[in-house]
Each structure stands twice: as C-alpha cells, then as structure tokens.
C-alpha cells in the first residue's frame, strides 16, 4: 500500500532531520528522493499517484489560504517593505536571466522562469525560525514577512501568467466578493473555537476559492489568497490560521513526497543545487544593502536579510506549473539553502555582534522612523512589554503613579494603547541599538512584562550595562526561568500563575466560618 510507505518515510526522516534541528520539509524531500531510489533498485513500484497529486494541491491551497490571513495592509505598505522587495525581485532577474542563458545554454523563457523561481524567499521557513524566536513583531521580523508577502504575491502573479488560462465571463464576480466580507465575518464568529473553525477554513480555502475561482476560469490558488485576505482584519484570523497549521503541514508533506518522487537528481541536478547554494551569500547581501538604503540600522537590515537567505517552497509551486522539468534541481536548492540557513538565524544574534563594527559603517546618518533613539525624560516607572500583563500592571499603577510609561515592539499595539489614552512608545528591547540611544535619567524601577525569556535577561542585562541602579522585577511561568533572570541582573522574578493565585483570592473578602458564602446548600 503506497501510503503505509510515504506515511513511513516521511515520519522517520522528518523526526531525524529536525533532531538535528532543520526543518521537517527537508526530511520530507529526502523521504521522496529515497522512496524513488528504492523504487529503482528493487523493482517496487512506487510512484506519484492521483491521492497524493490532490493532497499535495490541497497543501498549497491551504498554504496560500494561511498567507492571505496575515495580508494586513499596514504590513506591505512601507518603503522599505515594497521598494526592498520589488528591487530585489528586479536585480535578481536581470543578472541571473542572462547568466543563466549564457552559462547553462538555456532558453531566454525557461532562464527567466528560473530566476524568477531563485529570487523568492521562504515563508514556512523565516516565519517558523522568527516565531521560534518572538521576534514576528519585532521591526526586522515584520520588515522580513512583508517582504515575504510581497515575494507571495509576486508568486501568484507568475504563477497565473504561466497558467495561461483564460477566465470566462463569470470571472468578474470576483470584483463583488468584498461585498460578501461581512457574512463571511459572521460565519467566523459563528464557528465557535473547535472543528467548525477548522472546516469553516477548509471550506473557504478550498470549495469557494479554489475550486469557485477554477470554475470560472481562474487560478484555485489565487482563490485561496483572496479569501484568506478578505477575513485577514478580522480579530480572529489568526486563531483561524492557528487551527489549520497542522492540516495544512500534514497536507504540504504530500507536496513534497510528490516532488522526491518523481525521480532521483542526475548530475545536472546536483551541480545547479550547488551553484544555487553559492549564490546565498549574494542574495543575502543584496537584501541587506537594500534595506539599508531605506534607513534601517545595520542591525535590522542584517537579521532581516538573514531570514530571507534562501530558497523558497514557492520556487516549487511556480516551477510545478511553468517548468516541471527543473522541479527536482530546484527542490534540491531549496532543502541545501535550509541546511544552511536555518542553523545561520539560530545564532543570528551573536553573529550580528561580532559584525557590529564592520556592518555598522554602510549605516545611513539618517535612521527609520521606527528605530529613533528613545528618551524617557521624567518616567518614573517603565514597562517593558504591553501584552495582556504589561497593560494590566500599567492599569494598576496608573492612579498612583502619573509618570508612567510602557514599551512594545509592535508599532500597531503601541498605537492602540496611544487611542486608548496609555503612554505607550514602539521600540525593540533586544535591539542593541535602543540601549545604546536609551536615555532614562528618572526611571526608578522596570518592570519586565516581555513575552519570553531571552528578551526578559536582554533587558535585565543591558539595564545593568548602562548603570540602572534601580528595581527591576519580571514575571515568568517557570522556577528556572526565574532563577536565570534574577542572575541576569533583575532584583525578583515572579511566577505568573502563583501570583494568579493569590489576586484570586484576594477578591475575597470577609469570609468567616459562619458566612452565608461558606454554608452548605439546602437539598429539599
């Protein structure tokens, strides 16, 4: 049975590939190549069949569903979001096009598709590593994802050229379909928080966009974006995107078994996978130049262009509808651009430091808007982190204390605590560059209200390095946890759900043994 064996060798080489810390995809490729090897050598029949052709489509249809749902305008809309990434698109095919018709004896059209294919940047992998490390939020993240949805949208677009289909009349309903914006709003609050949510999004991402746009002409993974950004400004997209992660995972394996399946990499193969991987240097540096030509520190540019150092699944998809044939050299470039970069963003941050002083010199004198150096003039008391926590302590203080201020990376919740009358500034507190531009001549005491570890022991170490004098105290939800932050410099660190605890109980109030609230119910 076909399935036992691609269910098989994709568990067991993706567990060993993530083991050593490279994303499962890698492994699933691999899976595919080894199953057509064994296919090859012991006259076992195994290969790409009409089951797994439709759960690998199915897996794109989602993947695309699930980009749609984070394409919130204020996100692409920025000069170094659209400039960087069209530039880099642009420079990209008019060196490699040529290249590749000179040096490869290719066609002009099959050079270009393939330059087309090298120039975009992997969206599973920089969102999975820049989630792994909180960072999503965080200027360079955000700056890296837009460009990631710029780069998607470029995809589509191609991908709909080589289509070469051509829409029918009916095509033009599709202009109607934000009309249809608040039902599908109402049917997302309907759906509750279990498996309608998750068919909701499947009914969505594949009946009425893919297969509603395909039947008039249209391409289904354009009909998957659409829908997925028609709910994108809804308050609950993301739970909706959370809840079709792991389908939409389980569906993308068979996209890439369908790749390695199709048959072994020849010498050809081999030789451009590893030309490809020569090129990652420069495809990095050009993403980090261009950044820095829209002001952004060498510290931004830098772990921006790091994430967006290799290849993409969407090279995959593109070559799988207009070049077919160069879909195994291209899958191998993918999974060698992974082995190298994902180890890279690992220790992006050490790595950064010990470039500080080179990368610095290409900074501009004038810097981005979003990474001003900060004054805190007379603030007293200083929130790092306006989460859920953040906003509840700075609640708390407000009354007592009117020289308050908080601190958030993510420019769009500093804005919303702005209208909401907080005194709430954007900045990045494991950037390097806020300490070094930080000037904080009142502040007494620091709360650490960030969202995970390593920015709680940044703070606390660099609030030390500068010469804080004052009291600092964090939250945490593990005793270890605690215990490294106090080492990093902070005066106490608490553990959430104790202290949850004891604010629960101190709403009550005056309970004696004879209380009303304390006796037992009457059974008649």
Request: charged fraction near 15%.
């Amino acid at each position: 049975m076909p399935e036992a064996l691609w269910i098989s060798f994709a568990f067991v080489l993706g567990l060993l590939v993530k083991g050593v810390g490279l994303p499962p995809l890698v492994g699933y490729l691999t899976a595919g190549f080894l199953l057509s090897g064994l296919s090859a050598t012991t006259g076992i029949t195994i290969e790409s069949t009409d089951v797994l052709g439709h759960i690998a489509h199915v897996g794109v249809l989602l993947l695309l569903f699930t980009v749609g749902l984070k394409l919130k305008l204020r996100s692409i809309i920025s000069p170094e979001v659209i400039g960087g990434s069209l530039l880099h698109f642009a420079i990209t095919c008019l060196v490699l096009t040529p290249a590749l018709h000179l040096l490869m004896t290719l066609d002009w059209t099959t050079a270009l598709m393939l330059s087309i294919a090298l120039s975009f940047s992997s969206t599973v992998l920089a969102a999975k590593v820049l989630e792994s490390k909180r960072e999503l939020r965080a200027f360079h993240g955000r700056v890296a994802i837009g460009i990631l949805v710029m780069q998607d949208l470029l995809a589509l677009a191609v991908m709909s050229l080589a289509a070469g289909q051509t829409p029918s009349q009916w095509a033009l309903i599709v202009f109607g379909l934000p009309l249809l914006r608040p039902i599908l709003f109402r049917l997302l609050d309907a759906s509750g928080h279990d498996e309608l949510l998750v068919l909701l999004g499947l009914l969505l991402a594949l009946v009425l966009g893919g297969y509603g746009f395909e039947s008039v002409g249209l391409s289904s993974e354009l009909g998957a974006l659409v829908f997925g950004a028609m709910l994108a400004n809804h308050p609950r997209s993301q739970e909706l995107s959370k809840s079709l992660w792991s389908v939409k995972e389980v569906f993308l394996v068979g996209f890439f078994l369908q790749i390695g399946i199709g048959g072994l990499p020849d010498t050809q193969a081999l030789i451009f996978a590893v030309a490809a991987g020569l090129l990652l240097p420069f495809k990095g540096m050009l993403f980090f130049f261009l950044l820095l030509t829209f002001r952004l520190r060498a510290r931004s540019g830098f772990l921006s262009a790091l994430a967006l150092t290799n290849y993409s699944e969407f090279g995959l998809i593109v070559a799988s509808i207009a070049l077919p044939q160069w879909l195994v050299p291209l899958a191998l470039s993918v999974a060698l651009s992974f082995l190298v970069s994902a180890p890279l963003n690992r220790i992006a941050h050490s790595l950064y430091e010990r470039l500080a002083k080179r990368l610095g010199r290409f900074e501009s004198d004038k810097h981005h808007p979003d990474e001003q150096p900060i004054s805190l003039g007379n603030t007293r008391v200083l929130i790092m982190g306006m989460g859920r926590t953040g906003t509840a302590a700075y609640d708390w203080l407000k009354e007592s204390e009117p020289r308050l201020m908080g601190l958030d990376s993510d420019p769009a919740k500093a804005r919303k605590h702005q209208h909401e009358g907080r005194n709430v500034v954007f900045a990045d507190a494991e950037d390097a560059s806020f300490w070094n531009g930080l000037h904080m001549p009142s502040v007494r005491s620091v709360i650490l209200a960030l969202g995970d570890i390593e920015g709680k022991l940044i703070a606390a170490r660099s609030l030390r390095k500068m010469g804080f004098r004052g009291y600092i105290v964090a939250h945490t939800m593990f005793e270890d946890e605690a215990r490294q932050i106090r080492e990093a410099g902070a005066n106490d660190a608490y553990l959430t759900m104790n202290e949850t605890g004891v604010a629960l109980a101190s709403h009550i109030r005056n309970i004696g043994p004879d209380s009303p609230a304390t006796a037992p119910r009457q059974v008649d």
